[in-house]
């Protein structure tokens, strides 16, 4: 059982994560393809942290957030493999398209990404749905 404070946070999450996915998507739009892979990946990452969030678990590390879901949520079968891959890759693209020197995003990686985003970020919503309606996974 969740407690009311587990869903409200889990929902906040999700609702900053949703807001991400609509920033990639507009800035995608507006060819600002650095910035749509970064709001792609915060939108898969505050997905993450809205399951983590209904199971009263958080991380200072992005590492730490990645961590845990691969092994509560991918390792267990809760989810396919496929969402494993997706935060793999938005991961290693915001970091080279933050961080490197020179890399220049192209525009197949990026439309890759948002979309893949959307996708992980559907799954999530759904798990989330059911978890909170049912009261339990």
Known sequence: M???EQKELSR????KAEGYLKDAQATFAMGLYDTAANRSYYAIFHAMRALLALE???????SGVI???QRDYIKTG???KSLSDIVKSAFALRTESDYEDFYVISLEEVAQQVTEAAVFL???KAYLSRCISNGSP
């Open 2 to 4: 969740y407690s009311e």
């Open 12 to 15: 906040y999450r999700l609702s």
């Open 56 to 62: 009263g678990k958080d991380f200072r590390k992005h």
């Open 67 to 69: 961590s845990c879901f």
């Open 78 to 80: 809760i989810f396919e």
């Open 122 to 124: 559907n799954e999530v």
